[in-house]
Each structure stands twice: as structure tokens, then as C-alpha cells.
């Protein structure tokens, strides 16, 4: 390889130096605009590297790469295979080793091994293998399990030059409402501490090194108790409350993932409220991001804002205001002052380099405080060995990507993860050959099992794939992919289910992003099934006896709406009488 800089006798090229004198003397090397752009984290478009993608207002990574000296972005989008993915990233690290100083870029991501496809918190599986949410390894309950899924995630990230993965979500479902509730590990703290130990050693190893995907942490200090359950990406949740005080609570997982090696947190969006914690965002928040985290719990390494603290921009064709909550009144270089003096390293999601320049320039910010969070970001890319390795076997890509035998395993997690509520009767396992009628499955797959017929009336047995209920508010923009208000079934869907199941026999599976409120389904269906991200194939296995469900329910299932709105927030197991109880799952 050949670049404008001499590989030879540059001390932060030389790969048997220690990191910290390549660090040091990588540093003394930049210019101010090379560690501003270090700052920055934000999204690229999988595109043409001169392309831009105007749904997220981005322009293109080469011009973020060159003109802004930025080398950290969160890849939207993928390719269709494991090649054209690794060429992809192979032609970003040329463009980026042909700069200066050629530092190698650090590709991030969003969960990618699921079914969630909202675009502000996870992406469908595409081309790699394709395992249940992370509720479903709460279900499943063992962090060996755990640790067998990161590490083979691990291998289809390094395949293809991702690096960095923007997970795992801790945050503790203790507000059944949230919307946010599928990327977590449920409700339990002590459950999730041990799960989140075998997720940082699947992806790191015993230490970060050159086969590691580094793991961002999130939300510190725990996310999950949103006042009303509404998520503070929007205005109308950015309050998080307290009324248990339960903080300590919420922090347990956090203080497993930094013992268990964790090299990055993000904090969350959420305003404290009612504590003696400053009532701003956590982005913005010193006593959290420095005297609690850093001081006290000890996290030396990189701190990273959720996305889009400091701009307001439009997405979708809404307005999305910069989630500055608590200093909405600041300007932007105020804003960044503010979150610099909180401890953060990275501004995830900005591109307003210029801002942090001009900062500079006029002694608002000093360099010396640029230099603490650029030796952080070094000291990392120097860790994953990106210098010494910046290019992927683009054949090897293809191998790894989506591997039969990754399928198989992933397959196997969603069906064991299935939580089996109800058996009355022991209708399930169903045999092979009766008459189905069937909702929410495809009839191709669903016909390899089962005669296929149109009508309630024809059946033996009817089998409703549905999901947990949310509210349809149309607020526009990405407001309307997260899944809020009411756990309760609408009252016509709910008639409707009960009447087929009055007429035939019937199992009902419901995916649970949120706890549902199953309002007597429990008692009117035959047998009811959870899941957690499960394609049919997956189901079918299980309701036709192949396999048998495995799961315990990661949370309790509440009995009401009301039941829900008269729990404390931050409490874990508050609604009161329950339908199920967290741990619950039958077997065969």
C-alpha cells in the first residue's frame, strides 16, 4: 500500500511501538480539523461514495471523509452480499488511506441480526444470519447462548469491516409502555447483568483486540423508566422519572458491562426529573457522564451521544428538533460546549464540524480538551489493529456472510426462545396433516405441515400470528415506527379475535416488542404462544412438535392499562395481579 505518508519510519505506523506512543505521536500529527473530525459520528448511506442520501440529509461519506476529516460513521443500509459489502468497505478504506495522515475509518452499527425494522434503532437481518431480538435471549435466559450468537455476529461484522456495534441496549423495561423495550433484556436487573457479560466477552473476546467488534453500551444510566413509557427521541418524552427511586436499579447491568471490558457508552436522550441529578439530558449531564460514571463507577473509555443532540433537522418530511433537552435554549455552540464540559468524546449523529472549529478558534473550547477524547478514539482504532489490517477478504466476505450453519443456529434460537403462556388441553403440540385455518402465516410454509383451508368453519384448528398492541397516534415523520400508548387490544380487533377463537379451536402467537395485555385471550384461546422476532418456519417447528418451546417470560404481562399507569416508572414487577408472571413458560 502506498499513501502520501512514509509507513516506514512514522513512529504511529510502526506496529511494535506501544499504543500509547503511537497514540502520542499520531496526535502531534494532526492538524485541528483532524481532531475535530474525530469528533463526529454519524450516519453514511451504503452507496456510491460520492453519493449523498437525502432521506437523512447526509451528504456523501467521501466528502464527510475529506472535507470534514471525519473516520467514525453508522452505516445505514447493506448490501446484498457478503462480497459487494466487504468491496464496499475495502474502497472506503482506500479513499480514506489516501488522506494525509491515513487514518482507517471505523465503521459502526445498529443492531442487524433481528426482525425490527425501524431505521432509528435496528435494521432487518438482510444478508446475515437471523436470531430473535434480544428479548428473546432474555426468554431463553443463558448467557452461554448469548455468547455463542455475539460471537458469531462478531465474525459476520469483521467480515465486512463493522466494527462497532451500537449495542447492546441495558436499559430495563420496568415501564411496560416504552417503546424501546424490544432491544433490551426485560425487566429484570440481575438477569440482564449476567446476559450482558456473555454479550460483551461474544463480541469482544477476553480483550479488545484485532478480532473484535468494540461494543457501545446503552443508554446510561438506563433508559427504561420514561415517564408515561414515551421515548425522549420526541419532545413529549423526553421526562424520565424516578417515583420508586430505583436509580441503583437501572445502573447494576452498566456496572456488569463496564467490569465485563465495555470500550463505549452512549447515554441516553431522557431529562432526569425530581432527582438531584441537573435536569438535562444525559448528553449534557456532567454529575452523570463524569461523577458518576467516570468517577465513580471507573469507565475510562469512549463516551458517544445518542444521535442528533445538537441540530434540529427534518426527516421523513417532519421536524425532528434536536433532542437538547433541558438546554433547548442554547444555541448550538453552547450546546456543544455544554456536553464537551459533560464528559462526552463523540457527538453521535452530527456533522457541524465547523461549529466545534470555531470554538476552538475563539479559546471557547480549548485543544488540550479536544486532545482527551481524540486519544480515547486513537487508542481504539489502534486496538482493533485498523491501522495494521484496514482491508477485508472480500471472498472471505461472501463465506462468512449468512453461513449455512449460522442460519441453522439462528433459526433454532428463535424457536427456542418461544414462551409458551397457555397448553389447555395439551392442544400443542398440533399433528401434522389437520385442517388449518391460519392468519398472519404464509400458506407456502405453513402447507408443509397442514392442510390449508379459508374459513374458521372448515378448520380443525386456527393459528393467529399477531403482534402486541400499540396506539396509531400519526404524528408523522419517524414518530410512527415506535410503539406506543396502550398494551390493550382495540376493542374490535379484540371481539374479533375472541369470536374465531369461540368458533375453532385455536393458537394464538403474539410477538412481543412491549408486553401485551392479553385481556382474556389467554382464556378464550386454546394455547398461546410468544415470540420475540420468529419467522413462520421457526413457529411451525415448535407448534408441529419438531422442537420445544423454550422461553420464560423476560417480563411480567400486565393485567390492564391501569394496572400499568398506577405502577412506579422505575420499579421492576410493579403492575399489580399480573396475568403472567415474569419466568413463566410451559412445556412439553
Known sequence: MTDTVNEAVLPYRDASLPIDERVEDLLGRMELADKVGMLFHTMAAFAELDEGNPTFGLPSIASMVRKRRMSHFNLLGAAPGGREFAAWHNALQRMALDTPLGIPITLSTDPRHSFSDNPLTSLMAGPFSQWPETLGFAALGSPERLERFADIARQEYLAVGLRVALHPQIDLATEPRWSRIAGTFGEDADLTSRLVVGYIRGFQGEELGADSVATMVKHFPGGGPQLDGEDPHFAWGKEQVYPGDARDYHLRPFIAAIGAGATQMMPYYGQPVGTDWEEVGFGFNKGVLTDLLRDELGFEGIVCTDWGLLTDVVVFGADMPARAWGVEHLTRPQRMVKALDAGIDQFGGELCTEELLGLVERGEVSEDRLDVSVRRLLREKFRLGLFENPFVDEESAEAVVGRADFVAEGLDAQSDSLTLLTNTDAILPLTRGV??????????????????????????????????????????????????????????????????????????????????????????ARAVLADYGASDAAVLRVLFGERGPQGALPFDLPRSDAAVAASRTDVAFDTENPTFRFGHGLRY
Do not use: C, Q
Open 435 to 524: 385442517k388449518v385455518y391460519a392468519e398472519g402465516v404464509a400458506a407456502e410454509t405453513l402447507a408443509a405441515y397442514a392442510t390449508v383451508v379459508e374459513t374458521p368453519e372448515e378448520a380443525d384448528v386456527a393459528i393467529l400470528r399477531i403482534k402486541a398492541p400499540f396506539e396509531d397516534r400519526d404524528r408523522g415523520g419517524f414518530s410512527d415506527l415506535f410503539h406506543s400508548g396502550s398494551l390493550e387490544f382495540p376493542a374490535e380487533e379484540h371481539t374479533r379475535l375472541t369470536a374465531i377463537a369461540e368458533s375453532v379451536p385455536t393458537v394464538i402467537d403474539v410477538y412481543l416488542d412491549r408486553p401485551a395485555v392479553l385481556g382474556g385471550l389467554e382464556e378464550s
